[in-house]
């Protein structure tokens, strides 16, 4: 999955996740103004302290001591609950995006399912579907309000400063502009691709985990526990160093925040008293300048802080966006007339994987009704040919038709109706065997699943088990042997009760019983089926009513 990701840069990453935000924009809208009011109550609370030094200290001001009073308590109890507002606003914005985000992953991963998945790096997936979109709640809740925030409170500010002498407006302005844009900017450019590699380098070890989970018993079986344990730990401790480097980035990056926000405060106190020396501004103009100044960082430091955040939750966000725009090695169709199967066809088919050549001018014809058997060695391309007609992958050259029509033309949901495939491989969710049995009819009775269970010769191995169709089966199954979840893999296929099944090794985990079952079924289902047979099992064979045979990509 790495290979071919995209590097994006931070502001093409940002400006498409803003984009996401279009659904919600009036809670955005909402968020920033409750977020400006707040802040700018937080700021004139300290500002009103000023006045009321002045006050005290007998100078003329507009306001009078009960005034000002009564100000700071309405502006510290309007800042109190606008605070909770905004944070509540952002976050029910973030969560609800997020929430957004993952259905958008998750149908863009069926919209690339199978072709542009097989290979990929699952431990990878999930830490991209989980923890990297996680992480994008920084952007959501603590990132585009809190900018648009800081941009209308440095305007505003800036105009009030200003009206004491437009010399001290241009020193806040600078103050927030090196605070707000220029530290965050630098923190971004020292910190390169940390970011990436450390949310590329999470992936890996997700994945690695996922590995040594599936591979525990043959880990153990093989004394490689030590091993695999040591790497896992390389992993971690190369993890750890990428982390505690971008942490260095954050302290470095708040120490020199700090420092400026002070050297700013020292300036505006050392401009506005030299004003005052020369009879330019009061000392109104002394001490309400460095007093809002020094009250008034919060929002442009809140941006400075996200300049290193930002960089792992804009790589987070680089991989989320590679999924969303990878394109699909088929497109879906949709808009064509339905079709009843009525046969099938490939006539001259080439087709590769990348530049290795596996099928090689294949042509096969399968009547309605027949069972047709295909036979050949292993990676001869066998498997290759019922995935084309799945229509999993287009071919290169030549052409596959359903019932006279190029695949390519039928709607895919149509040719999913018309097609079941069971794989040598059959997943099981973390569920019961009927519901694990029930994805292929949702709608299907208790008597459906059980005739297709008997079809299949694992009815009576299910009734063996303490809750019967209610028992719960493991992640991938793995509380059954591979011939349990086989046959499971084919009763789903006969619950499906499509016209055209395409059985890959259906009896290669199956004892000679079980095996005779099953292509007793198989035979009795011709009236109203056509079966395509992959096998290197001759007693498979026995029902074909014609075999082709692949050798090296090429039929015969």
């Known amino acids: 999955m790495n290979a071919g990701m995209k590097k994006r840069s931070g502001f093409k990453v940002m400006s498409r996740l803003i984009g996401l935000v279009k659904p919600l924009a009036g809670y955005m809208l909402l968020a920033i103004f409750m977020g400006l009011v707040g802040h700018l109550c937080a700021a004139f609370i300290t500002i009103f302290g000023g006045y009321a030094v002045l006050e005290a200290l007998r100078f003329d001001t507009p306001f009078t001591l009960t005034s000002i009073f009564v100000c700071v308590v309405v502006f510290a109890i309007v800042r109190g609950l606008l ?28 919209r690339l399912c199978p072709a542009k998945l097989e290979g990929r790096d699952k431990g990878d997936l999930i830490s991209v579907i989980t923890s990297d979109i996680e992480l994008l709640e920084v952007f959501y809740a603590h990132t585009i309000s809190p900018a648009a925030i800081a941009f209308l409170f440095t305007i505003i500010l800036c105009l009030f400063i200003g009206s004491f002498h437009w010399l001290l407006g241009l020193i806040a302005l ?14 971004s450019r020292f910190s390169g691709d940390d970011g990436m590699r450390f949310r590329t380098k999470s992936g890996d070890l997700s994945s690695f985990v996922l590995d040594s989970l599936r591979g525990l018993s043959e ?15 390389e992993k971690t401790d190369a993890l750890a160093a990428d982390e505690e480097r971008m942490k260095r980035t954050t302290g470095r990056n708040t120490a020199v925040t700090n420092t400026v926000v002070l050297a700013f ?40 802080a996200l300049g290193s955040t930002l960089q792992n939750t804009f790589a987070a966000g680089n991989r989320v966006l590679d999924i969303l725009d990878e394109t699909p090695a088929v497109e879906e169709v949709a808009g064509k007339p339905e079709i009843a199967f009525s046969g099938a ?54 052409n596959v038709e359903i019932s006279d029509t190029p695949i390519n033309q039928i709607n895919t949901r149509n040719l999913r109706e018309l097609e079941s495939f069971v794989t040598q491989e059959t997943h099981l969710f973390h569920d019961s065997i009927k519901n694990n049995l029930r994805i292929a009819k949702l709608d299907a009775t208790d008597g459906e699943i059980e005739a297709a269970c008997k079809k299949a010769s694992v009815h009576d191995f299910i009734m063996t088990l303490p809750q019967g169709y209610d028992t719960p089966v493991g992640e991938l199954g793995d509380t059954l042997s591979g011939g349990e979840r086989q046959r499971l893999g084919l009763a789903r296929a006969f619950l499906h009760d499509a016209p055209f099944l395409l059985l890959d090794e259906p009896t290669s985990n ?24 992959v096998s290197h099992r001759q007693s498979t064979m026995r029902i074909a009513d014609t075999v082709y045979s692949v050798e090296h990509g090429r039929m015969s």
């Open 83 to 110: 605070r909770y507002a905004e944070q509540a606003s952002n976050h029910f914005i973030a969560f609800k995006l997020l929430a957004l985000i993952r259905d958008k992953i998750f149908r863009a991963l069926r």
């Open 510 to 533: 199956l004892d000679s019983l079980n095996e005779a079952v099953i292509l007793k079924s198989l035979h009795e289902e011709r009236e109203g089926k056509t079966v395509v047979l």
């Open 265 to 304: 405060d020292l300036i505006m106190l050392f401009v506005s008293a030299l004003l005052y020396l020369n009879n330019t501004v009061g000392f109104e103009g002394v001490l309400i300048p460095t007093i809002a100044l020094f009250s008034s960082f919060g929002p442009v430091i809140a941006l400075a």
């Open 219 to 233: 880990t153990l079986q093989y004394g490689q526990g030590k091993k695999r344990l040591a790497a896992m730990n």
């Open 345 to 398: 066809v490939a006539e001259h088919v080439t087709f590769a994987y990348g530049n290795e050549t596996i099928l090689s001018d294949v042509s096969v014809q399968i009547p309605q009704h027949s069972v047709v058997g295909i036979v050949g060695r292993s990676g001869s391309g066998k498997s290759t040919l019922l995935k084309l007609l799945m229509r999993f992958w287009n071919v290169r050259q030549g």
């Open 174 to 187: 600078a103050a927030y502009l090196v605070v707000g844009i220029v530290i965050p900017l630098a923190t």
